[in-house]
């Protein structure tokens, strides 16, 4: 349960939209809500105050009293010493516009490495939401921990979302094998993650599962989010697979940049 | 909440802006944070990167170490033709990839007709100013005005709207102009407040508010499914790898093991070398690729002559599996045009044709706003319709009347009305749907005069309207009132006389029942998905024989089916009604997900993902827009589904004449082989130089396998099941039959006429002969002339598998018999003149010598026909 939730901004229309989708989440929630703006000198006071207070009043339309800070500094510094003071079950941030890597060498990507919360890490696509369905890539039925679950709902709920859980199973070349292995191989899929449908369909969520035999989930996962023209794809990272991905580069960004809608980033508390 | 469901208010504050617009300093930030209003393209592989892909295919990996072989052997004998060798293979290399990349070749030009529908200016309120400004540089939160005629330069919720009709054509395939409001819309449909880039105003104007701006459009979105999606090979694509490595493995395995053998017993490095190349490129069927491309080549021009044109000619041979064919009703299994099939008047039907001038008819020219141009009816569909179907009886007779006034029609009160004068009579001519023009209805307009409508009248004009409704018809229902003296227009559709209805339909194509008919026997499923009320899609599919009793499903019926719902629905006779494009998309990856290999047809953008998730997509060349052509595999140039049912056909064939050509290519590589083997094993003279291989691979067996390849489709070929998905090209029986049975043969004439020469020349077992010697020229000779000879017996054996040649007709593949002319004039080339004998090492042959060889081909024809009838046989004690 996520009782406190800060959303970092910086100015940007970008981080403005992560934040929405906090405000989202800690009114599904009823979880108290901080903005926090850190002012690096880059970007005017006025407008840092501005993005603050805007976001308070959206805030304030869902019934949520949030407060805000605004403190001078290092930005990853500065976030982490709010978190150490705050004290919140969940941080939501945008990764940064302009950043072709969204987590190498990123303030995402050192936070995601440093905050001791949980981190939801925002690419957002547009501004309003039209569409009805998100995405929820899952890898194996174990990721889909009761935190994924409760944050799933709360966003499905709050954007009047259908989930589609999808399981991509690696197989190359599957197309070489008989239809019916394919087959059998996406039943057992399917099974697989029965559990987790059944358990979003508990908190009240319109689900369904999805289960795609394909060559990498680098390519499955952009097709899916593109041909069932979702609104937003949630996937989880783990703090060991951010590591790994410094040390080796990360193919994940490639496939975030193929993505068209809103990307969510979870990685739960260390 | 959607923007679709707030209200006004609500969707400045969620676009964080005002009536007022931007600030122009909000909208510069904003442009850095969103980036400009353009649909992007990915950066690709350029085209030459894409070519020289090719150079390091497997195949051409085995000719470039073929190719340095023969340099280095050159280079360490100083052998000029070695090096010569090298650089034929070399250009070999090139010539493989060449049609290699023309094969897989795809214009992409999606994002180029997306372009082309996005607005260069728009017009935008900033700071509380209306400006123009480059369409390019619209971000969210933008307030846009759009008028009559002008683009839709980003999608954006509409906050005023004043009669405002957008043409949607180019996004939904829709051709009727859709009114757009400014209310605030929840539920599920498509709402009605959003208008969307690319799209064009025809009507009035609106005010909207931009939300989504460059590729998270609606139509970026289908820019980037289009050019970012890659699909798996085709099975074809899949074959040819297939087919490499299996060659590969076999080259290069035997290359060692003969290697290490020459070695072993002593053979020089040089021989070994050359030894070495010959096995590989024995091996390489250097004539698959090119003959493989050209054969698509050419079976996608039959395809178009037939109005299918194929996207990318690897997909010509999916098509031949499909086993289920989604299509769309309107446009291509009927005619899309309305037709006025039958007039009702009370209390008789009659067909339109057998009408006689009366008032309903020419109510029906009178209460119509579309107009005869020449020989072209425009307006509005229905309208187009009923007045083609009435002037054809009425003749003109708008003339004779002046409209004084019309009450137009909306979809609030169904109906329309004028008012018209001829000298002194003035009457109201009211048309709309029967139950709103009988409601409003006093008296009824029979044989007998007028008289008051009764209940037993309202009973009999219900029958009939069911009657017609259940057979798939549009209905129409016409009053009149004559108008005494002045008028209140707010009281004139009032107290009126019921006429009678006319039935309208877009009637069937007529070559679909014929194709429908062929489908079934082919297995092959149909279902048809449409936008269309239940009844109209249900008589269509009964009349033309898709299914007598289907079940119907509506769109929003299949939203609230489970997976295994649907599966099961879709093992039966199934239609789907009032379908939305998701629906179809759903609908497709159901059937996929149940093992059938699908076609589906498509017209609009949104249609875009169910083509490009299909194995073929399909879309309609007349009515289509430029995205869905560019996201489907195949165009109907007719949008008619008879032209399915022929590229299916083609498909098919295209898959026979695959397997046909590859027994033929496949059966020279075994004489082509066995020279080399003999040569290391029994020190026997080389008896097939390098360079005679690659002038029968690439040279004298090209002509008759590309001939092979444009088979006529067998008469039984729309009579067989569909093939099924992971059936192989390359069968183990295919490979039997060319390599251990036509090669065997083949092999036994070339060393046969090889040994003949050179025993008839003085040669005995252990004497060498050098490279020049007349005799040894003579003997090479020989056994090319062998192969090429035998190879014109298996050209004619490979057309049939089963079948008996002379029940096929030896002569009725022309192009087979210009192939075969074309192999005879090369080889009489290549043998006698002093040019190609220097380069080819060839000598001229004497008539006994070639007589030699033709029983071997004989033989080869016979034993075939013997296999053959052995193999119908088997064939029919099994059945």
């Known amino acids: 349960m996520y009782r406190k939730i800060i959303s970092a901004v910086d100015g940007s229309f970008h981080s403005e939209l992560a934040a929405r989708h906090a405000v989202a989440i800690a009114s599904s929630l009823d979880s108290q809500f901080v903005v926090l703006a850190v002012d690096t000198g880059k970007v005017e006071s006025e407008n840092l105050s ?221 | 909440m959607k923007i679709q469901a707030l209200a006004r208010e609500d969707v400045f504050r969620e676009l964080d802006t005002t009536e007022q617009g931007l600030t122009e300093k909000e909208a510069r930030k904003r442009l850095s944070d969103f980036g400009e209003n353009i649909i992007t393209e990915r950066k690709r592989a350029s085209r030459l990167i894409q070519f020289a892909s090719h150079l390091a295919d497997l195949f051409a990996v085995l000719l470039w170490i073929a190719g340095g072989l023969a340099l280095l052997a050159g280079w360490l004998g100083n052998d000029t033709s070695m090096r010569n060798l090298a650089y034929a293979l070399f250009a070999v290399i090139f010539i493989n990839a060449l049609f290699t990349f023309f094969q897989e070749y795809r214009a992409e030009k999606a994002s180029e007709a997306l372009k082309k529908l996005m607005p260069y200016q728009a017009s935008v309120i900033r700071g509380g100013e209306e400006i123009m400004i480059p369409a390019r540089q619209i971000v969210p939160g933008d307030v846009i005005i759009v008028r009559d005629g002008d683009r839709v330069p980003a999608d954006a919720r509409i906050i005023k709207a004043v009669d405002f009709a957008m043409d949607n054509s180019p996004l939904t395939g829709e051709s009727e102009p859709q009114m757009r409001k400014d209310e605030p819309e929840s539920g599920d449909v498509e709402p009605a407040n959003l208008i969307y880039s690319g799209t064009t105003t025809v009507r009035g104007y609106g005010i909207a508010v931009v939300f989504a701006t460059g590729m998270a459009t609606e ?183 002046e409209r004084v006034d019309e009450i137009a029609f909306t979809s609030e009160r169904k109906m329309m009305s004028t008012v018209n004068r001829k000298e002194n009579r003035l009457v109201l001519y009211s048309k709309g749907a029967p139950e709103t023009i009988l409601a409003k209805c006093t008296h009824i307009a029979t044989g007998e005069g007028i008289r008051e409508l009764t209940d037993a009248d309202k009973e009999r004009i219900g029958a009939q309207v069911s009657d017609y409704a259940g057979r798939g018809m549009r209905l129409i229902a016409f009053a009149k009132k004559d108008i005494e003296g002045g008028y209140k227009r707010e009281k004139l559709e009032e107290n009126l006389v019921f006429l009678g209805i006319g039935a309208l339909r877009d009637p069937p194509r007529k070559e679909v029942p014929l194709a429908v008919e062929k489908c079934k026997k082919a297995g092959i499923k149909i279902i048809i998905i449409t936008g269309d009320e239940s009844l109209t899609a249900k008589a269509v599919a009964n009349e033309v024989g898709i299914a007598k009793e289907p079940v119907i499903i509506t769109g929003r019926e299949l939203d609230r089916m489970s997976k295994s719902e649907l599966e099961k629905a879709l093992q039966g006779d199934v239609l789907f009604a009032r379908a939305a494009p998701a629906n179809k998309l759903r609908i497709v990856r159901t059937l996929k997900d149940m093992g059938r290999v699908v076609a589906v047809t498509g017209d609009g953008v949104n249609d875009a993902p169910a083509l490009k998730e299909a194995d073929i997509g399909v879309a309609m060349g007349k009515t289509g827009t430029d995205v869905a052509r560019e996201s489907a595999d195949m165009i109907l140039l007719d949008d008619n589904f008879a032209t399915i049912v022929s590229a299916v056909e083609e498909g098919r064939a295209m898959f026979d004449n695959i397997r046909r050509f590859i027994t033929y290519i496949f059966s020279h590589l075994v004489p082509e082989m066995v020279p080399y083997l003999l040569f290391v094993l029994l020190r026997i003279p080389l008896a097939l130089k390098v360079l005679q291989i690659l002038i029968i691979d690439l040279g004298t067996d090209m002509a008759p396998s590309i001939a092979l390849g444009a088979e006529k489709p067998e008469p039984d070929v729309m009579s067989r099941p569909p093939r099924k998905r992971g059936e192989r090209l390359l069968t183990l029986p295919v490979l039997l039959r060319s390599y251990l049975f036509l090669g065997v043969i083949e092999a036994a004439a070339a060393m046969s006429g090889y040994y003949y020469v050179l025993k008839s020349g003085g040669w005995s077992y252990g004497l060498s002969l050098s490279d020049t010697d007349p005799l040894y020229l003579k003997a090479t000779t020989i056994t090319l002339a062998a192969i090429v000879v035998t190879q014109i017996a298996n050209g004619l054996t490979c057309r049939t598998t089963r079948e008996s040649l002379l029940k096929a007709g030896v002569f009725t593949n022309k192009y087979l018999l210009a192939g075969i002319a074309i192999e005879i004039i090369l080889i009489l080339l290549i043998v006698y003149t002093p040019q190609l004998q220097r380069i080819f090492g060839t000598a001229p042959l004497n008539l006994n010598e070639w007589l030699f060889l033709l029983p071997f081909a004989a033989l080869l024809l016979f034993a075939d026909e013997f296999r053959k009838w052995v193999a119908r046989r088997r064939l029919r004690s099994m059945s």
């Not at chain 1, 869902?62 to 403190?71: L, M």
């Not at chain 1, 998100?134 to 174990?142: G, I, K, V």
């Not at chain 1, 935190?147 to 259908?162: I, N």
Request: glycine fraction near 6%.
């Open chain 1, 50 to 270: 501005y993005a603050v207070e805007h976001l308070r009043q959206h805030a304030g339309t869902y019934g949520i009293r949030a407060k805000g800070i605004i403190r001078k500094g290092d930005v990853v510094k500065t976030i982490l010493a709010v978190i150490n003071e705050e004290q919140p079950d969940l941080l939501v941030l945008a990764t940064r516009h302009g950043e072709h890597r969204l987590f190498v060498s990123s303030i995402t990507q050192k936070l995601m490495l440093k905050a001791p919360c949980a981190m939801l890490a925002v690419k957002p696509s547009g501004i309003a939401k039209k569409g009805r369905s998100m995405l929820l890539p899952l890898a194996l039925r174990e990721h889909a921990t009761s935190e994924l679950l409760m944050l799933t709902s709360s966003l499905a709920k709050f954007y009047s979302y259908r989930v589609e859980i999808l399981h991509v199973i690696e197989f190359p070349r599957w197309y070489d094998l008989p239809w019916i292995d394919i087959y059998t191989m996406r039943q057992k899929g399917e099974e697989n993650m029965a559990p987790v449908a059944d358990a979003l369909k508990v908190l009240g969520v319109d689900v369904e599962v999805r289960v795609v035999v394909a060559e990498s989930s680098i390519n499955a996962i952009p097709k899916e989010a593109a041909i069932g023209r979702h609104s937003m794809a949630l996937m989880g990272a783990s703090r060991r697979g951010i590591l790994k991905e410094v040390v080796y580069g990360n193919p994940i960004e490639r496939m975030l940049s193929g993505i068209l809608c809103d990307v969510l980033i979870w990685r739960q508390k260390l």
């Open chain 2, 219 to 401: 139509f970026g979105k289908i820019a980037h499914l289009t050019q970012e999606i890659e699909e798996a090979p085709t099975p074809l694509q899949r074959e040819l790898t297939f087919v490499t490595r299996v060659i590969t493995i076999i080259s290069v395995g035997l290359g060692f093991i003969f290697f290490a053998i020459g070695e072993s017993i002593g053979i020089s490095l040089q021989d070994n070398f050359l030894f070495a190349i010959g096995i590989i490129v024995a091996n390489v069927p250097e004539g698959l690729l090119p003959t493989v491309t050209l054969s698509l080549s050419l079976a996608s021009q039959r395809m178009a002559k037939r109005n299918a044109l194929i996207k990318k000619l690897a997909s010509v041979e999916p098509l031949g599996s499909a086993n289920v064919i989604c299509t769309d009703k309107t446009g291509t299994i009927t005619e899309n045009r309305m037709t006025l099939e039958y007039i009702y008047m009370p209390h008789e039907s009659r067909e339109t044709s057998q009408a006689e001038p009366c008032e309903l008819l020419l109510a029906a020219i009178l209460c119509n706003n579309a107009r005869i141009e020449g020989e072209k009816v425009i307006g509005e569909p229905t309208e187009a319709a009923l007045l083609q179907g009435a002037s054809s009886v009425m003749g003109e007779v708008r003339s004779e009347w």
